[in-house]
C-alpha cells in the first residue's frame, strides 16, 4: 500500500505535476550532479574572477586616487585595527559558543576563541572553510552534523535580518517606501526562516536570546568598522550610513565561493557607495582597507593561538 495520501497521489498524477516536474525539479537536479562532477573547476573559475574583480578593481581605484597613502588617517585606521584585534575575536567567539550552548553543550571561551580564529583563518581559503570549520568542531563536542548545519544557517540569517532591517531604516529615512519594504520584506523572510530552522531548539531560548543578542552586536561592530574604514581613507560617513554597506559584508559572506567575499564585498561596497555622497572609487578601497585590517589582525593574533594550541584543545563536552 502507498505511504501517500489519495489526494497527493492524485496531484502527482497530474499533468500540471508532470509538467512542473521537466521544468523545474529535473533540471535543478542536473545542475547539482554537473556542479558536484565539476566542483573544482567551478571553484577556479570563482576563484579567477573573483581575483580578476579584486586586483582590476584596486588597481582602477589606484589609478583614481594616486595619493591614498598620503590619505590614509592613521587613527582611525589604529582604531579599525583595534577593532579587529580584540572585539571581533571575542564577538565571534560569542557566537560559537551560544551555538553550542542551544546545542545542550558546553564550550569555554578560550576553546570559542581557538575555534572562531581558526574559522576565520579557513574564510581566506577557496572553499566554505569558515563553515566547515565551525561544523568539524561543534562535531568534537558531540553534536550531530544536520544540527551544527542548522545551527550555523540560522545564526547566518538572523545575523542577515538585522543587516536589511538596518538596510529599511536607512531607506525609509533617505530613500522612501518602495527600498524600505523590499528590505523590511528580506528582513522578515530571513527571520521566520532562522526561526523555523531553530525552533526544535527552543528550550533553549535563553541561548536563543544570548545569540541574538551576539548578532546585534556583531553588526553594530561591523558598522562601526565600516564607519572607521571610510573615515580612514578621508571619506568619513555617520554610522547609520555604514549601516548601509552591512549588506555588502552579509553578501560577500555568504558567497562561500571565493575566499572571504573576495572581490563581491568590495564590488557591492563601490556600487552603494554613491548613495552615500561618496565616489565608488573610494568605497572600493575603503572595503580593501577594511579586508587588511582584518588580516593583519588575524595573523598577530594567530601567533599566540598556534603557539599555546592544545592538541586536542577541545573536545566531548558532556
Keep these: 500500500m502507498s505511504r501517500r495520501p489519495p489526494a497527493a ?54 589609478r583614481q586616487v594616486p595619493d591614498l597613502v598620503d590619505r590614509i588617517s592613521l587613527q582611525p585606521f589604529a582604531l579599525l585595527f583595534f577593532l579587529c584585534l580584540v572585539l571581533q575575536p571575542l564577538v565571534s567567539a560569542g557566537e560559537f559558543k551560544y551555538l553550542v550552548q542551544i546545542a545542550g553543550k558546553k564550550s569555554t571561551w578560550r576553546q570559542s576563541i581557538e575555534i572562531s580564529i581558526v574559522a576565520t583563518a579557513s574564510n581566506l581559503l577557496p572553499i566554505p572553510g569558515g563553515a566547515v570549520s565551525r561544523i568539524a568542531a561543534m562535531r568534537n563536542f558531540k553534536i ?17 535580518g538585522f543587516v536589511f532591517i538596518a538596510g529599511a531604516l536607512w531607506a525609509l529615512e533617505f530613500r522612501g517606501i518602495a527600498p524600505m519594504l523590499a528590505s523590511a520584506t528580506a528582513a522578515i523572510c530571513l527571520f521566520s526562516t532562522a526561526f523555523i530552522t531553530i525552533g526544535s531548539f527552543r528550550s533553549q531560548w535563553t541561548a536563543i536570546l544570548k545569540l541574538v543578542g551576539n548578532r546585534i552586536l556583531g553588526m553594530t561592530l561591523e558598522a562601526a568598522r ?4 571610510f573615515t580612514a581613507i578621508g571619506a568619513p560617513i555617520s554610522l547609520d550610513q555604514a549601516s548601509l554597506f552591512l549588506i555588502s559584508t552579509f553578501i560577500g559572506a555568504v ?4 575566499p572571504a567575499g573576495l572581490g563581491v564585498r568590495e564590488l557591492i561596497t563601490a556600487t552603494l557607495s554613491p548613495l552615500v555622497g561618496v565616489d565608488p572609487a573610494l ?24 603557539l599555546t594550541l592544545k592538541a586536542p584543545s577541545y573536545g566531548y563536552s558532556k
Design 9 to 62: 497521489q492524485e496531484i502527482m498524477k497530474s499533468t500540471i505535476y508532470k509538467k512542473l516536474l521537466r521544468q523545474f525539479v529535473i533540471p535543478a537536479e542536473a545542475f547539482s550532479q554537473y556542479t558536484q562532477e565539476n566542483s573544482v573547476m567551478i571553484r577556479r573559475v570563482v576563484l579567477a574572477l573573483a581575483l580578476t574583480i579584486f586586483i582590476g578593481g584596486l588597481f582602477l581605484c589606484l
Design 144 to 160: 550531530a552534523t544536520s544540527d551544527a548545519v542548522r545551527l550555523n544557517a540560522a545564526s547566518a540569517m538572523i545575523w542577515g
Design 226 to 229: 565600516v564607519a572607521l574604514a
Design 255 to 258: 558567497v562561500t565561493l571565493a
Design 283 to 306: 568605497g572600493f578601497l575603503s572595503s580593501v582597507v577594511n579586508r587588511v585590517a582584518a588580516i593583519l589582525a588575524l595573523v598577530i593574533i594567530s601567533i599566540p593561538i598556534a
